[in-house]
């Protein structure tokens, strides 16, 4: 059997999506590659498929026991032998499985990468001689992508033991660096290299700036009511409860996810989400992985995320059915505080390395082991920040001074330590990597707010932070749905000069640093600076001896003011700061002062009559109407009627009739067999799949085989059910 009957065969599709035949083979020949596929695209049959058709099973690593599961339900569903191995079994039931696999009875298995800190483990990996090893989320491997997770860094020297075995690396989101750490850390052979492009063309970018919480919940609150279905993330667990509150009080099918609750509530919520029988996941980034519901319409980020790589994959679980979807990003510069909490949890610094160090050797018994947990240890030493004690003992554990092992029976897990004979004064951890993680962190922060500041395409911008130099501008982001304002001009020579004076007080007001400019002052204060006002303050900070002061005299500060707002608005100059917020300029700024750049502006007083009519009644509203104004989508007068999503094989404009009660009808079947079953309803049937039965209404097991996602097995095992309900819509 070949690549694509296996496809129809196992899967029930006649053809691959864009780029996954060519990385089938190339898994197939036995070369080691790393795949960076966008979420939806079709990465993890990338490797399913290919572990049907190679001799010898499988060994997939995934990161958590939810992804692993709902994987192994879905091969089951489709009649795969597969399994999984996570600290939920005990020691026999995963010598059992282990077992199976060495003696051919299991196609894939499943584990967490911790298993490959065991010798056990790794020993019987040897003698079950694996065809293939695809390491799913293969960011987690390096210390610069944005969900670092040490124990990735064990698979490829436990794989050096294993033997010569293929690797197959997947991952959604991976900049130029974190692909390097990959390669390296996972020990990839010469590996081929497939970027199929990280475009998500269904899906539309919006920022939303909502400086308040009542303009964040009124925002949601439109975007629930029109949408209907979807996920939002929240930074901290707190903010999940208070937004599930708020969400609930109006009457939404909602479900709250958080790592703090205990995990059989956390998998009640997530299969409810994933049924159907709620409609929206108010959730930290707890939430996500595996996540395979197909009809999810927006994705809202209620806060700040800490990288633009974690926004992107988090937002990416919008739309995977194809069909239009929304991910709207609440912009408040405010919201900056917490993620740089979170990086000074993420980076602990040497002293409190050593302080942690020191309290584990005391506490270490007799085997060089301590039973306690981190919070436990944390209260111990009374460090103001519990993260940080997690990730001095992430630095260690990473410098081979102590290992992690599970504790039979309990959540937590204990340390071990490894060279518990060195004093903390003599511990070897590269400082200078710690320094450059911090600054990594933070510049990852920076890339957020950049993006949210940015005066260009959302997507176009990602695209480019991703590395992909051809991008073009999506056309259906906030900004591209805006258009170009009347009035826009190409500077001439003599607005050019002004606009570079304005720049340049723009840059002798604010501090250089490496790789830009840190802003002091607000416009104001720049504007009566590059205007020659010589007030009090001007004299006491001594910006009257700079040499661009009074540079703009002749033009007046309100027209100073607003040339440094338009530049505000066209990404040459930044805003920073929630209370009292000062500017700066931002790369492409510099780019302008200097000359090597010509923008595109709305020069000051050249607006048209319409325009500045609309503006003056505008001033008239309070602040915060016309802060509302210009956040929210206005509704065309008469709003059309929304079609229901065509298919993959629609030709026609028109749906044929009774199309969408029915699909309402096998929806509902779905739903109760999955029930039945305690499985997703997605793993009966995609939405896809329904909506092709829908349309075609076939009767037998030969008429459904030629439709989408449909295979032998699926035809054989699930379509039967749902042959009444077709009938009745004969």
Not at 443 to 467: N, P, S
């Amino acid at each position: 059997m070949n690549a694509l009957e296996a496809l129809k065969t196992h899967f029930g599709f006649d053809r691959f999506r864009p780029g996954q035949e060519e990385i089938v083979q190339t898994v197939l020949s036995g070369r080691d590659s790393l795949v960076v596929m966008p979420t939806g695209g079709g990465k993890s049959l990338c490797y399913q498929l290919p572990a049907l058709l190679l001799e010898g099973p499988t060994l997939v690593v995934s990161p958590l026991i939810a992804l692993m599961k709902d994987q192994v339900d879905g091969l089951r569903a489709k009649g795969i032998e597969a399994e999984t191995i996570n600290s939920t079994l005990s020691a026999s039931e995963q010598d059992e499985k282990i077992a199976a696999l060495a003696e051919g009875r299991i196609r894939l298995l499943y584990v967490a990468p911790e298993r490959f800190g065991q010798r056990r483990f790794v020993e019987a990996l040897r003698r079950a001689k694996p065809a293939l090893v695809a390491v799913d989320e293969a960011h987690c491997v390096s210390q610069w992508g944005h969900d670092f997770r040490p124990d990735y860094l064990k698979i490829g020297k436990a794989l050096k033991q294993v033997g010569e075995v293929p690797v197959a690396a997947f991952t959604a989101t991976a900049t130029p660096d974190v692909r390097r750490d990959i390669v390296e850390h996972l020990m990839l052979k010469d590996p081929a290299v497939f970027v199929t492009g990280f475009a998500r063309e269904n899906l539309s970018f919006s920022i939303v700036r909502t400086p308040r919480k009542m303009d964040k919940f009124r925002h949601l609150k439109s975007l629930v009511e029109k949408e209907k279905s979807g996920i939002i993330y929240c930074a901290t667990r707190k903010k999940v409860e208070e937004v599930f509150e708020e969400v609930e009080s109006w009457g939404t099918r909602v479900i709250a996810y958080h790592a703090g609750m205990a995990e059989e509530t956390r998998t009640r919520a997530q299969e409810k989400f994933m049924s159907g029988r709620a409609s929206v996941a108010v959730a930290t980034n707890a939430f996500g992985m595996g996540i395979d519901r197909s009809d999810i319409r927006f994705v809202a980020h209620y806060e700040m995320p800490g990288s633009v790589e974690a926004y992107y994959q988090e937002a990416g679980r919008a739309g995977r059915d194809g069909a239009p979807a929304r991910c709207d990003f609440l912009y408040s510069y405010a919201d900056k505080r917490v993620q740089e909490f979170f990086i000074e949890g993420s980076n602990p610094g040497i002293e409190t390395v050593r302080l942690l160090w020191e309290f584990l050797r005391k506490k270490a018994d007799g085997l060089g082991e301590v039973r306690m947990s981190i919070g436990s240890m944390n209260e111990a030493l009374g460090l103001k920040n519990e993260m940080a004690l997690g990730s001095a003992l992430t630095l260690l554990m990473r410098a081979g001074y102590v290992d992690r092992f599970d504790l039979p029976g309990e959540r937590m897990r204990g340390t071990r330590l490894v060279k518990g004979d060195v004093p903390a004064s003599k511990l070897e951890i590269d400082e200078d990597a710690m320094a450059e993680k911090e600054r990594r962190d933070n510049a990852r922060l920076q890339a957020v707010i950049d993006y949210a500041e940015a005066k260009t395409c959302r997507q176009e911008w990602m695209l480019h932070y991703f590395g992909d130099e051809n991008a073009k501008p999506c056309g259906k982001c906030d900004w591209c749905r805006r258009g170009e304002r009347p009035g826009m001009e190409t500077l001439s020579e003599e607005r050019q000069l002004t606009l570079r004076k304005a720049l340049s007080g723009v840059a002798r007001m604010s501090r250089r640093v490496e790789g830009g400019w840190i802003g002091l002052y607000g416009t104001g204060r720049i504007a009566e600076m590059l205007c020659g006002k010589e007030t009090g303050p001007m004299r006491e900070h001594g910006l009257h001896t700079l040499s661009t002061f009074g540079l703009l005299k002749s033009e007046g500060v309100d027209f100073v003011k607003a040339l440094l707002e338009e530049c505000l608005t066209t990404g040459l100059l930044r805003k920073e700061g929630a209370e009292y917020p000062v500017v700066a300029l931002t790369p492409l700024g510099a780019e302008a002062m200097r000359g090597e750049f010509v923008p595109t502006l709305l020069w000051p007083g050249t607006r048209p009559a319409k325009e500045k009519r609309r503006e003056s009644a505008d001033d008239a509203a309070p602040a915060s109407a016309r802060e509302a104004l210009d956040e929210t989508e206005i509704p065309a007068a008469k709003p059309k009627k929304r079609r229901a999503r065509r298919g993959l094989f629609d030709e026609d404009e028109d749906e044929a009739p009774g199309f969408a009660r029915l699909l309402d009808e096998l929806k509902k079947k779905r739903l109760e067999i999955a029930h039945s079953r305690h499985v997703k309803a997605y793993q009966i049937f995609p939405d896809k799949t329904l909506e092709a039965i829908a349309r075609a209404k076939p009767l037998t097991e030969k008429e459904a085989l030629n439709l989408p996602g449909i295979g032998p097995h699926k035809a054989s095992h699930e379509f039967p059910a749902f042959v009444e309900t077709i009938r009745d819509f004969g």
